[in-house]
Every structure is written in C-alpha cells, then in structure tokens.
T-cell receptor
Framework: DAKTTQPTSMDCAEGRAANLPCNHS???????VYWYRQIHSQGPQYIIH???NNETNEMASLIITEDRKSSTLILPHATLRDTAVYYC????????????FGTGTRLTVIP | ETGVTQSPTHLIKTRGQQVTLRCSSQ?????VSWYQQALGQGPQFIFQ???????GRGNFPPRFSGLQFPNYSSELNVNALELDDSALYLC???????????FGSGTRLTVV
C-alpha cells in the first residue's frame, strides 16, 4: 500500500471549515483513499473514502486531485466534537487488505 | 444493529503470562481485523480473519495468534507477554473485506 504524508497537527476555529491535506504521491490506480478519525480513548471511526471522484457524505467531503497524488478532507462546519486525530490511508479495495495507519493529523477545534 | 464489542475493556497482566481478548463483530460482518495501538502511535495491523481463516498478517511474532468462530466473533491470544505488549488492542469488522471498517473501543492491556 502507498504511504501517506499528513501534517502533525492543525487548529481550526469552531464553525469554520477544517481542511485536512494528505499527500499520497505513490498511489496506485487500484488504491482507494480512506479517512478515519480517532477521538481520545475510542476506536477509529470511518469517515469517507474515494477512488478518483470527489465524494460527500453526512460527515465530510473528500476532494481528490486529478492526478490522485493528494487529497483533502473537508469538515464543512467544525465543532468541538470534531477534535480528534485524523488518519489518511490508501489501500487496495479488495483482497487481503488491511489498514496501515500513520501518525495522522491531530485536529484541535478552538472555541 | 449492534456495533463491534470488545471485552474486557481493561486488563492488567504480568510479564510472561498469557492473555485472551475477545471481539464480537458487527451484525452481518464476516471479516475481523486486530490492531495494536501503542501510546501516541497509530494502530498497527496484527492480522485479519475472513470466514474463519487467517487472511493476512502484519509484522507480529507467532506468540500473537487468533481465532474466528462460526458466528464471526474472534479472539486474540498473546503468549509470553512482554512489557512492550502494553497497548490498546482494537478489533475491527467489515463485510467481505470491503468498504469501511467498524472499530470497537478496544481493550487496554497493561503488562507489569
């Protein structure tokens, strides 16, 4: 699986959009981009995933660049409950796959 | 539908002992993966079970072993515990190894 690079930490004002970047320059054509987050003392929570098109669900939007070498997770209106570590993962969609977590981005939403 | 449940939530063991951690997968899910998360680190993949067979393994020694039962629940066994085995152990389930995984809240193991 391709490796990802994320900033160690970010701050965001409550109510503003949080934009979390991820670089995955060695991504293969059959690898998906997944985002999870982990709130303190809880298990990781699935947020969203995509292959090459932009995706949106009730939690977030995922913007993948045309060359697929980077992506951005957007939380449109950050709340204090969005404070967490956010992990960007690339993985093959089928087969004996698993999730390779890095150290993620620690997002702090500030009142 | 119920989520992923893990037991126990906390556990203290002595170095050299053996431990068994348990996981009940989400209803309808036939794939279970186990992860180890040391303090301040991201989760590290231990192994995955799909329909009762091991289906992938991370860089963990053989003293880490597992089982998946016909109801798709799972156990993680660790023999000869070492101090470095102290971590949060996470179980995650999915349907047919696709899409997003649902994680449990983990078992916090402390080895003294």
């Amino acid at each position: 699986d391709a490796k990802t690079t994320q900033p160690t930490s970010m701050d965001c004002a409550e109510g503003r959009a949080a934009n979390l970047p991820c670089n995955h320059s060695t991504i293969s054509g059959n690898e998906y981009v997944y985002w999870y987050r982990q709130i303190h003392s809880q298990g990781p929570q699935y947020i969203i995933h995509g292959l090459k098109n932009n995706e949106t669900n009730e939690m977030a939007s995922l913007i993948i660049t045309e060359d697929r070498k980077s992506s951005t997770l957007i939380l449109p209106h950050a709340t204090l409950r969005d404070t967490a570590v956010y992990y960007c993962i690339v993985r093959v969609g089928t087969g004996a796959n698993n999730l390779f977590f890095g150290t993620g981005t620690r997002l702090t939403v500030i009142p | 539908e119920t989520g992923v449940t893990q037991s126990p939530t906390h556990l203290i063991k002595t170095r050299g002992q053996q431990v068994t951690l348990r996981c009940s997968s989400q209803s309808g899910h036939n794939t279970v993966s186990w992860y180890q998360q040391a303090l301040g680190q991201g989760p590290q993949f231990i192994f995955q079970y799909y329909r009762e067979e091991e289906n992938g393994r991370g860089n963990f020694p053989p003293r880490f072993s597992g089982l998946q039962f016909p109801n798709y629940s799972s156990e993680l066994n660790v023999n000869a515990l070492e101090l470095d085995d102290s971590a949060l152990y996470l179980c995650a389930s999915s349907k047919d190894r696709l899409y997003g995984y649902t994680f449990g809240s983990g078992t916090r193991l402390t080895v003294v």
